[in-house]
């Protein structure tokens, strides 16, 4: 016998913990992952150009004595100037590209809790007259507050009466236990 009340126990806390467990968490998590790949290049580009510029002249110079008929003696200096320019361009060009790639990842909650407050509305009918040719009808109202998990309390009040005969008023106090 005792060793019943010790199933029954176990039993009953591992309900409970169920309860417990189901009823504090919120009604409904929905997470997102997002994945994405960065990837940053960059590129640097150096470029140098040298230019050199090489001149050369050549003179050419000569003399000329002619002697004329008559016996004088012309003298004539002539000179001709070349020059030739040289010009060289070196172009160097020096690209370096860095590159770094990262990997990010978010991840996004989205709780979704359950509602606070409930309105009901009770309609129905008081079943130890709904076999007479007039029954008693019921209507009612209920608003609740979640407390804690899924335990609520609550107002009602509800109006009893028979076709065109108000019976009277009635009001109490709620407790629930959402499951």
Not at 4 to 12: E, G, P, R
Not at 116 to 140: E, K, M, N, Y
Request: overall charge positive; charged content about 30%; glycine content about 6%.
């Amino acid at each position: 016998m005792r060793q019943h009340w010790k199933l029954v126990a176990f039993v009953a806390l591992v309900v409970g913990a169920f309860f417990v467990g189901r009823f504090f968490g919120p009604e409904k998590v929905e997470t997102r992952y997002e994945e994405r790949v960065v990837v940053h290049v960059q590129i640097q580009t150096k470029t140098v150009i040298k230019t050199a510029e090489t001149k050369v002249v050549f003179k050419d110079r000569w003399r000329e004595k002619v002697t004329q008929p008559d016996g004088t003696v012309i003298e004539r200096e002539s000179e001709k100037e070349h020059s030739k320019t040289d010009t060289k361009t070196e172009t160097a060009t020096e690209t370096k590209t860095d590159s770094q790639s990262e990997r990010v990842v978010t991840a996004e909650k989205k709780v979704t809790l359950s509602p606070d407050w409930r309105l009901s509305a009770r309609f129905g009918v008081d079943i130890s007259t709904a076999a007479r040719a007039q029954p008693q009808w019921i209507v009612g109202l209920q608003v609740d507050r979640r407390i804690i998990g899924g335990f609520s309390l609550g107002l009602w009040g509800q109006k009893q009466f028979t076709v065109n005969v108000l019976d009277g008023w009635a009001a109490g106090f709620a407790v629930s236990f959402d499951f």
